[in-house]
C-alpha cells in the first residue's frame, strides 16, 4: 500500500514547488518594438485570444512568467499561448536585427517531420555507429560539398558538422597544438574572441599581432613577433573577415613572411577562421582564394551565419593526416572519438544539405551578390548623411561611428566595440530597412549635436582618416 503523508508534512514536489515560487520568480520581458513608419507591420495570422488583447491594451511591455512552478505541469494551450507570443515578439524584432552575421530569411518547414526524432552524430561521420538514427549521411554530403569549394580531395580531407564558428577554432588549433606542442599562437588584434579564450584553455603562450586601419593582420609586425621567437615553432590563426570590420588576412603574404623568416612548412600550422566569409570569397570575382591547394591546415566557418539555420552550427575541414594524433576507437558506439563533443546534433547536417541543395551554386552566389551590393547602397547613404563609414572590399559589414544613445543601439540591434558600431548586411536584410535605419540616424545626429557642446567623434584610427566625418577630417 502507498503510504501516507503524516499530518503536517509536506511531499517533496511541494518543497520544490514552494522553493521555486520563493526564489526563482524569473520572467520574461518581451521588448516593447518602437513604431517606425517606413517598416512593414507585422501581422500575425494566429487569432489572439481575449486575454492577449487586454494584455496589449493595458501594457506594451509584456511580461509573461517562465518559471516552472505547477506540479501538475502547465497545458499545452497555456504553453501555446506563450510560445505565440514569443514568435511575435521574435518576429517584430527580427526585421532590426542588423548588427550580427545571421541570415534570419530561410524556410525549413519541410524538415518538420524530423522534429519528432533525436537524431545524434556521435562519432566520425564517415564511420558507422551502433546508433541508429543519426543523420550521417547527409553530413558527409555537406563535407564534400565544402571540400570542393575549397579544394581538397575526398579521401584527403577529414570534417564534421560542429555547434558553431567557435568549435571550428577549437579543433583546428588543438590540431595545431598537437602537432607543434610548444609552439606560440599568433593571431590578430582584430580576432574572434573566442581564438583567446582557446589559448587560454589550452594554456597555449599567444601572441597579439597588430593589425592595419582595414583590421587585416599587420605582417611587417607579424615579421617582428615571430622573429622574436624564432626558436618556436608557430600556429598561426587567419581571419577570413574578421569580427568587427570583416577584414581578410592576406594568407599569401603570411606564407610569404613566415618563408623569408626561417619558417619553412614543417615548422607552421595555419588555421583559417572563415565564420561568416569563408564560405562567400569562393562567389567573387578577384577575392583572396581560400584553399587547401595552400599549406593550411585547417578551415571552420559558421553556417547558421550565411546559409542560415534555426540552431547555431558549423563545419570544420582538415587534412586527413592531422586527425591521427585525436583519434581513438570507442566500442560502445562503435566508432571513432575524433571530434571536441561527443554527442552531436544530427538536426544541423540536415538544415545544411537541405540549405546547400534548394539554392544550388547560382542561388548561392546570387545571394553573395546581393548582401555585397546592399552593403555598398548602405555605405553610400550612411555618407551622404554626413557619417562617417567604411566598407572594406569583399565585405558585407559597414563600419561606421557608434551611436551615442544606447536605446537606439539595441532597437537596431548594432554591434558596438570602442568608438565604432558596425551593420552586418544579410539576405534579410533590406534596403527599405536600411533607409529607415540611416534616417532615424541622422535625424538622432542632429538631437546629439544641435548644441554644439558635443562633436562628432573621430575615428580615424578606426576607419581611416578619409573615412572619418568628425570636423577635423571633414570640415564643414
Known sequence: MEEKNPAGSRTQAEKIENSVEKNVAMSFNFPTVLSTERLPRVVSNVRPSKEEKQREIQENDKKVSLAITRRTGETRANLAEVITQYARTLNQNKVRCLGFPSNLDFDYDTLAPLWRFHLNNAGDPF??????????????????????LWEIEKGEYWGYVTTGGTEGN?????????????????????????????????????????????????????KALILAHKDKPAIINLNIGTTMKGAVDDINLVLQTLEENG????????????????????????????????????????????????????????????????????????????????????????????????????GIEKEVQ???????????????????????????????????????????????????????????????????????????????????????????????????????????
Open 370 to 476: 546581393m548582401c555585397i551590393l546592399t552593403a555598398r547602397h548602405l555605405l553610400n547613404q550612411l555618407r551622404d548623411g554626413g557619417i562617417g563609414a567604411m566598407l572594406n572590399e569583399f565585405s558585407n559589414t559597414v563600419v561606421f561611428e557608434r551611436p551615442l544613445d544606447d536605446d537606439f543601439t539595441r532597437k537596431w540591434n548594432l554591434a558596438c566595440e570602442g568608438n565604432i558600431a558596425h551593420v552586418v548586411v544579410m539576405q534579410h536584410t533590406t534596403i527599405e530597412i536600411l533607409d529607415s535605419f540611416v534616417i532615424e540616424f541622422i535625424q538622432k545626429r542632429l538631437n546629439w549635436f544641435r548644441d554644439g557642446l558635443r562633436k562628432p567623434p573621430c575615428i580615424a584610427n578606426d576607419i581611416g582618416a578619409e573615412n572619418c566625418a568628425c570636423t577635423l577630417h571633414n570640415p564643414l
Open 127 to 148: 564511420s558507422r555507429s551502433s546508433f541508429d538514427l543519426n543523420s550521417m549521411k547527409f553530413e558527409v554530403y555537406v563535407l564534400d560539398w565544402f571540400a570542393k
Open 170 to 222: 577549437l579543433y583546428g588549433i588543438l590540431l595545431g597544438r598537437e602537432k607543434f606542442p610548444d609552439a606560440i599562437l599568433y593571431t590578430s588584434q582584430d580576432s574572434h574572441y573566442s581564438i583567446f579564450k582557446i589559448a587560454k584553455m589550452y594554456r597555449m603562450q599567444c601572441v597579439k599581432v597588430g593589425t592595419l586601419v582595414s583590421g587585416e593582420i599587420d605582417c611587417i609586425d607579424l
Open 263 to 362: 619558417f619553412h612548412r614543417g615548422r607552421f600550422y595555419i588555421h583559417c577562421d572563415g565564420a561568416l566569409s569563408g564560405i562567400m570569397l569562393p562567389f567573387l570575382n578577384s577575392a583572396p582564394k581560400i584553399t587547401f591547394e595552400k599549406p593550411i591546415g585547417s578551415i571552420s566557418i559558421s553556417g547558421h551565419k550565411f546559409l542560415g539555420c534555426p540552431i547555431p552550427c558549423g563545419i570544420v575541414m582538415t587534412r586527413l593526416e592531422h586527425t591521427n594524433a585525436l583519434c581513438r576507437d570507442v566500442e560502445i558506439i562503435a566508432s571513432r572519438d575524433v571530434t571536441i563533443t561527443g554527442s552531436r546534433c544530427g538536426h544541423a547536417p540536415i538544415f545544411l544539405w537541405y540549405a546547400l541543395q534548394e539554392r544550388g551554386l547560382i
